[in-house]
């Protein structure tokens, strides 16, 4: 009966981590789907990555559960918990990352008709390349249970903020320059966010990582790398000064 019950409490414990990472490769495909689909204006991939939501969601909610039941019938302790509450707090990131593809993807339908500037729309697709990198990276680290490349992972975040940062800058310049760009820029800018915040939420599954195999949080106050914030009118009219000359 005791092996049973142990081979049981296994299985539930598979099962959870086998679910987190079908819904790491979901999120890893919705985000590149996302921006191929506002790289090319490809309206009917964005329809399906809207579509495609659904699955993370309805898998958050399974982990969830089976992560609650578990904790309930087996009342685990030491790592075994920490896996378990470590797996319903990665499950919450990998759905908001799916929400921000997604939304991504809506916005591929709002500029679809209109032109875009090619540097720029580059310069998202670098930034989501390196936010899929990210992805990996923090989802290979929870696989192999690295808190050591967790770390790694969180220190490369200032990358993708200091990128996003100058996207920021860009596309109010060029909003500037021509009020004409303002529909398809404001687009463009909001979907740099929403990846620049994908970088966050893999941050936040490298924190769990840590977590999970340390005990321990890592210090809350990481870097970040996001000036946009602290753009001004002046150095957005030294900028365009620039652009001119």
Same mark, same amino acid.
């Given at each position: 009966?005791?092996?049973?019950?142990?081979?049981?409490? /296994?299985?539930?414990?598979? !099962?959870?981590?086998?679910?987190?990472?079908?819904?790491?490769?979901?999120?890893?495909?919705?985000?590149?789907?996302?921006?191929?689909?506002?790289?090319?204006?490809?309206? =009917?991939?964005?329809?399906?990555? @809207?579509?495609? +939501?659904?699955?993370?969601?309805?898998?958050?909610?399974?982990?969830?559960?089976?992560?609650?039941?578990? %904790?309930?019938?087996?009342?685990?302790?030491?790592?075994?918990?920490? /896996?378990?509450?470590?797996?319903?707090? %990665?499950?919450?990131?990998?759905? #908001?990352?799916? +929400? &921000?593809?997604?939304?991504?993807?809506?916005?591929?339908?709002?500029?679809?008709?209109?032109?875009?500037?090619?540097?720029?729309?580059?310069?998202?697709?670098? &930034?989501?390349?390196?936010?899929? $990198?990210?992805?990996?990276?923090?989802?290979? =680290?929870?696989?192999?249970?690295?808190?050591? #490349?967790?770390?790694?992972?969180?220190?490369?975040?200032? /990358?993708?903020? =200091?990128?996003?940062?100058? %996207?920021? #800058?860009?596309?109010?310049?060029?909003?500037?320059?021509?009020?004409?760009? @303002?529909?398809?820029?404001?687009?463009?800018? !909001?979907?740099?966010?929403? @990846?620049?915040?994908?970088?966050?939420?893999?941050?936040? %599954?490298?924190?769990?990582? !840590?977590?999970?195999?340390?005990?321990?949080?890592?210090?809350?106050?990481?870097?970040?790398? $996001?000036?946009?914030?602290?753009?001004?009118?002046?150095?957005?009219?030294?900028?365009?000064?620039?652009?001119?000359?």
């Amino acid at each position: 009966m005791a092996s049973h019950i142990v081979s049981s409490y /296994e299985d539930e414990l598979k !099962f959870i981590v086998r679910r987190i990472s079908e819904m790491g490769g979901q999120a890893e495909r919705m985000l590149e789907q996302a921006v191929t689909a506002l790289v090319r204006g490809d309206t =009917a991939l964005a329809q399906s990555v @809207i579509a495609d +939501d659904v699955i993370l969601d309805a898998a958050q909610r399974e982990v969830d559960e089976k992560a609650i039941m578990t %904790i309930g019938k087996r009342q685990p302790m030491a790592i075994d918990l920490r /896996e378990i509450v470590g797996a319903i707090r %990665i499950s919450s990131d990998l759905e #908001r990352i799916g +929400d &921000l593809a997604k939304n991504i993807a809506k916005r591929v339908l709002a500029v679809h008709n209109h032109a875009q500037p090619n540097q720029l729309v580059r310069g998202i697709e670098h &930034l989501s390349e390196l936010a899929v $990198d990210q992805l990996k990276d923090v989802l290979d =680290a929870y696989g192999a249970r690295d808190h050591e #490349r967790a770390i790694t992972v969180r220190d490369n975040d200032e /990358e993708i903020d =200091a990128v996003y940062t100058s %996207i920021f #800058r860009e596309l109010l310049t060029y909003m500037m320059e021509d009020p004409r760009n @303002i529909t398809s820029c404001t687009h463009l800018l !909001f979907s740099a966010k929403n @990846i620049e915040r994908i970088g966050d939420h893999a941050t936040n %599954i490298a924190e769990t990582i !840590f977590y999970i195999k340390t005990g321990q949080e890592m210090e809350a106050d990481r870097p970040k790398k $996001d000036r946009s914030a602290t753009v001004t009118q002046k150095s957005l009219e030294e900028a365009a000064e620039g652009t001119a000359g």
